[in-house]
């Protein structure tokens, strides 16, 4: 029944008390977005960061090493220009196991209370249900009807706590999901099971819930085609323009471990990047869906930070960023306390690194075919040949500290190809000690100065050894280099296991180098599938081009190194 019409000094009253915003309406509600479109809500959120093992740790917020999360963090993240911070939460210590899956009251609070916190500091939140997808979703094969309805009770109380939230908060439905022993059919069903269920969820909450932002990932956040194409049909189903995609990316798995040989940035490694992007850009946001990349990095921060080499590191980072400004996709970086120091908030583990992904947000950056130019410590020193990777930027000189290197006397450009004269590198290795003697900078017309070290260097010498299986540490003379990676192999030409079908193992896990400590560590994961009896010969191949080789022995627990 249609109301009667309100006098013209009641329609001015109501009007004034509207402005002033003594009373609500669904429009004043929703002021906070505005009316700008799901693909410019996510457009302003770049660049991202993550709050890794924070929330998402268990049993509590503290448990893996962080500091609990305070508005200093935000501030401090919010300052290093990052516009959204992904806030992963797991439920499963702070919920029933049981119907009806009560999620604690203090935990929920919590959740709220960071979320909050980073609100104040200006950025634009995504929280999720994060590690219980391993702990419990992925039984939803065999355990199907518990599963959807604990999925359910968690999002029927997460969607009710923030139903009032700011638009600025936006929810995933559910971290990297995997479900175990099914087929990828079957996966790709059973995920947009899970979709249509928060969705609905989520949007029957109503308030800001209405038309919040709701994120939704593929299979495994994989930008496999096939995981691509499921989720763009749940997408194009669930008829919403609020929706968004989201993948992970930790790049070309051998490059991001060091494992089969693979320690550059070399053109596998960049097409598997610039494919990964290119196919969620074709998939989602040629057709005007937005694309979060809710977490990217290397697999090996993990593992061991040197893993990667450090030019090759930088390589990746600034493709990445371009990648992504030009697909037009955010891109949230992975920090589980690996990169922002959380205890003092004023550095960065990496300066350079950080330098290097920030810079990639706005620009491209040049660089060479590699970051370290090695001398022999003894002998004439040649002229020594780089190839510059302009990548759009145009190449401005070479600087020692402040002074400028002169073209011509210290080095030469033709075409792509930069070469440093014989009787500059004499004088920038100076007395040619072990080691870094000079640091010199490529700068290009944008981006960051790339660092090339002039090295000096003897082939690295190993010394026998014993240890168990648990660990043998190899007494070693770097003399100035640095290891690439470590092959094994026995004597009938049969790779050492784990992943014997490749020789090159990998780094951090089955060998690490200790710089400081002079020495090369075999570790347990790979001494204890060794097999009994037969000396097995490795081959650490080291970034001058050195290669050195050593003989290995397990009987029982005992393993002996012999030097070559």
Do not use: C
């Not at 070479?398 to 073209?407: A, D, F, K, V």
Request: aromatic share 10%; charged share 20%.
């Amino acid at each position: 029944m249609r109301k009667p019409p309100l006098s013209r000094a009641a329609s001015l009253l109501i009007a004034l008390i509207t402005v002033v915003g003594l009373v609500s309406s669904p429009t004043a509600a929703s002021t906070d977005k505005g009316v700008r479109s799901a693909m410019d809500v996510v457009a302003a959120m770049q660049p991202g960061w993550n709050l890794g093992n924070t929330l998402d740790a268990f049993p509590d917020e503290t448990s893996w090493g962080n500091p609990p999360a305070t508005k200093a963090l935000f501030e401090t993240v919010r300052a290093q220009g990052f516009r959204s911070v992904r806030i992963p939460v797991t439920w499963t210590d702070h919920q029933s196991a049981t119907a009806p899956y009560t999620i604690d009251a203090k935990w929920m609070n919590r959740v709220k209370e960071v979320v909050d916190l980073a609100l104040a500091s200006d950025l634009y939140v995504l929280i999720n249900v994060h590690h219980d997808s391993w702990q419990w979703i992925s039984k939803m094969p065999t355990n199907h009807d518990e599963v959807v309805a604990r999925f359910n009770a968690s999002w029927t109380q997460i969607a009710g706590a923030f139903r009032d939230a700011p638009s600025k908060v936006l929810f995933e439905s559910v971290n990297e999901p995997q479900f175990d022993n099914a087929t990828d059919e079957a996966k790709m069903s059973l995920l947009a099971e899970l979709n249509r269920s928060f969705h609905g969820i989520v949007r029957g909450s109503g308030g800001r819930n209405a038309d919040r932002i709701l994120v939704l990932p593929t299979v495994h956040t994989s930008a496999d085609q096939k995981y691509l194409d499921g989720l763009s049909n749940e997408i194009t189903a669930l008829n919403d323009k609020n929706l968004a995609a989201t993948v992970h990316f930790y790049g070309y798995w051998p490059f991001s471990v060091n494992i089969a040989g693979v320690t550059t940035f070399n053109e596998e490694t960049q097409q598997d990047l610039i494919g990964y992007f290119d196919r969620s850009a074709k998939t989602f946001v040629d057709r005007g869906i937005p694309v979060i990349v809710g977490e990217y990095g290397l697999l090996s921060f993990d593992v061991d930070w040197n893993a990667v080499q450090q030019g090759e590191k930088l390589k990746f980072f600034e493709l990445l960023g371009h990648q992504a400004r030009t697909k037009k996709l955010t891109t949230m970086w992975w920090d589980n306390g690996q990169h922002l120091n959380r205890q003092t908030l004023q550095e960065w583990k990496d300066p350079g690194l950080f330098a290097q992904i920030k810079s990639s947000f706005t620009t491209r950056s040049g660089t060479t075919s590699s970051d370290s130019i090695f001398l022999p410590k003894s002998g004439a020193i040649e002229a020594r040949t780089l190839t510059l990777n302009l990548n759009g930027t145009s190449f401005r000189g070479l600087w020692h500290g402040s002074t400028r290197l002169y073209p011509g006397r210290d080095y030469t450009v033709s075409g792509d190809k930069l070469t440093l004269t014989a009787a500059a590198l004499t004088r920038l290795a100076g007395d040619r000690s072990h080691g870094v003697n000079a640091t010199i900078q490529a700068r290009f017309s944008s981006g960051i100065p790339w660092k090339i070290y002039v090295i000096s260097y003897d082939t690295p010498v190993l010394s026998n050894a014993t240890g168990t299986t648990e660990s043998l540490t190899i007494p070693t003379q770097f003399n100035g280099d640095r290891v690439a990676t470590m092959e094994a192999k026995y004597a009938d030409g049969t790779n050492a296991a784990p992943h014997d079908w490749t020789s090159y193992k990998e780094y951090g896990r089955t060998y690490s180098p200790d710089y400081a400590g002079n020495s090369i560590r075999l570790l347990k994961d790979f001494l204890g599938v060794m097999r009994e009896g037969t000396p097995l010969t490795l081959t650490f191949h080291f970034w001058s081009g050195a290669k050195v080789t050593y003989q290995v022995t397990k009987s029982g627990d005992t393993v002996t190194g012999t030097a070559s």
